[in-house]
């Protein structure tokens, strides 16, 4: 369905503004069939991904600092989001023996556990919205989102 009919636009739409509510509109409807997949975990899409950052340390701690480089919402509260996941027991937090202050922060063997169990699911969400379109046009597709995006780089 067209942009204008989702969104129930009775005035033309320029291609720059169709483009932008496309992509909002778009990111809500990824982030809304997410969150039904977070929520019986009681997971947020920000926690998620804090758990999928320390995933890919393969053991070695993190730092706040390098979590929030590594978020995909640069304006998360990482503290926060960090002290849910404590209090879930899905990750640990310690003070840097080298450094008193830097805070070291560990995914648990629970928080592991958690993220193989939703692997597949995610997996599946992925695909579910990549299935109109062949490999070409998902190539196209992340060269133009890329493009579009690094503009103010």
Known sequence: M?????????VPLDNSKKVILNILYTQNVVT????????????????????????????????????????????????????KLLLKELVTREVCSENRRKIEVLITTKGLELLSELDPKIKEHEHSFAKNLNREELEILNDLLEKYRNHYN
Not at 2 to 10: A, L, V
Request: proline fraction near 3%; charged fraction near 30%; aromatic fraction near 4%.
């Open 2 to 10: 067209k942009i204008e009919d989702e969104i129930k636009s009775t």
């Open 32 to 83: 809304d069939k997410l969150n039904e997949i977070l929520k019986p975990y009681d997971l947020s899409a920000e926690q998620y991904n804090v758990l999928r950052i320390l995933r890919g340390q393969k053991g070695c701690p993190a730092n706040m600092c390098s979590i929030q480089e590594r978020m995909l919402a640069k304006t998360s509260n990482t503290t926060r989001l960090v002290d």
